[in-house]
């Protein structure tokens, strides 16, 4: 694979600089929550920020033979709080992947027809939805001062990040089409 077209491989780099950041974000952010004895929050950054490795991982490799120094753009919110706090910075940050960064980055690469780029594109704004979701769901429990209830686990597909909340793994990706067997557990 070569390295893509100028607009893809900007918008690409980009997506890796912003998915590279959540990842150490989210690991930062569940080591506040361990602290502040939200440990399913915790449990719930940690498992988002192996999503996120995964994307950073899927967007680098589509870079090909790309080799020259990059300064790379990825906007996101930032400014380390409390759990509530850091919920909300998550929460600004999945939703401006979903409603802005990725449905753009998405047209970009398809206009280009640089498809597997366009794919890498799809599978994170996929994630990136639950995401949103269950950071909000966590954040409820957080306002009255409560871990987030979840007895189950929390679930993520190896190859695009695809996350799922229960006692077992799909068995097969609905996004990727991975084997259910290969998810790793939160
Ligand atoms: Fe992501
Ligand atoms: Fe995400
Ligand atoms: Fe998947």
Avoid at 79 to 100: C, Q
């Amino acid at each position: 694979m070569g390295v893509p077209r100028p607009m893809t491989k900007e918008v690409l780099l980009s997506a890796f600089g912003g998915e590279s950041m959540a990842h150490m974000r989210y690991l930062f952010f569940s080591k506040v929550a361990v602290r502040e004895g939200f440990h399913n929050v915790a449990r719930l950054f940690r498992a988002v920020a192996y999503a996120e490795e995964v994307h950073a991982s899927n967007h680098y490799s589509k870079l090909g033979g790309f080799d020259e120094d990059a300064s790379v753009n990825a906007g996101s919110p930032i400014g380390p709080g409390d759990t509530l706090k850091n919920l909300e910075l998550a929460i600004r940050g999945e939703e401006f992947e979903v409603n802005e960064m990725y449905p753009a980055y998405i047209e970009v690469a398809r206009h280009q027809g640089e498809k597997e780029a366009e794919i890498s594109f799809r599978w994170a704004l996929e994630a990136e939805k639950i995401h949103a979701e269950l950071f909000k769901e966590a954040k409820s429990f957080v306002e009255k001062k409560e871990d987030w209830r979840l007895e189950s686990y929390i679930w993520i597909c190896p190859v695009c990040g695809y996350t799922h909340v229960g006692y077992e793994p799909p068995e097969k990706c609905p996004v990727c089409g991975a084997s259910g067997s290969s998810f790793k557990e939160f």
